[in-house]
């Protein structure tokens, strides 16, 4: 949701981007669209064609909408964001602030390919405007000055992002082959036991906490330390 560096293409001169597009298209039903194609054949699959194809268009019909593919990108973030949970304001900022970053972990990986959408791209569109909105008014509201409330909320979605990108890559080429995560995860620590103690002392002793914690407890741990560091600035 933040800093994006992304490429982009210019955009098509009106005249050539087809005949207008029926009354009843709208950005909304192109966004749909695009979350369709992306739960069915992920980031890799999707194409302004397909997407067009999806809400019964020819592709020049979206220009009149979408410029072109990182537009719709943008648009496609902001659609994910719309099924976001605002977490209840009980609690202290921590309470919700932890909550906020389960959350938005939990929505990405519901939804195919998501983090990858939205990894370091600043989308502007309403939903996604509201979600800041609502986490600054409470960082702001909890007593962090305005520059420490607006980096808290860049470093968890940062965090959660992050995350969630390593979350759902294979951890090697055995998970990419078929192997499930707990098996790639013991036979790392398998390795890590038969080591030569004499020079990988560190490796050996600490296999087990390497290889044995699943995806849950290293986001809490992360997590929780995040907050305690924000802590520090109160």
Known sequence: MLDCKRETASAAPRSTRGPAPSRTLTREHIAAAALAVLEREGLAGLSMRKVATE???QAPSLYWHVRNKEELLDLLGDAIIADA??????????EQYLEYGRRYRALLLAKRDAAKVVAGRLT???RVLAVLEDQLDRLRGAGFADADAAMASYLLSAYVQGFVLQEQSPLSAAEAAGASRGQVSRAAGETFRALP??????LVA?????????????????????????????
């Open 197 to 202: 103690a004499e020079t990988h002392p560190n």
């Open 124 to 126: 502007t569109g309403p």
């Open 55 to 57: 809400v019964g268009v």
């Open 206 to 234: 600490l296999a087990e906490h390497l290889t044995d914690p699943d995806m849950d407890t290293r986001f809490e741990f992360g997590l929780q330390r995040i907050a305690d560091g924000l802590a520090a600035l109160l």
């Open 85 to 94: 949970e605002i977490p209840l304001r009980t609690g202290d900022w921590r």
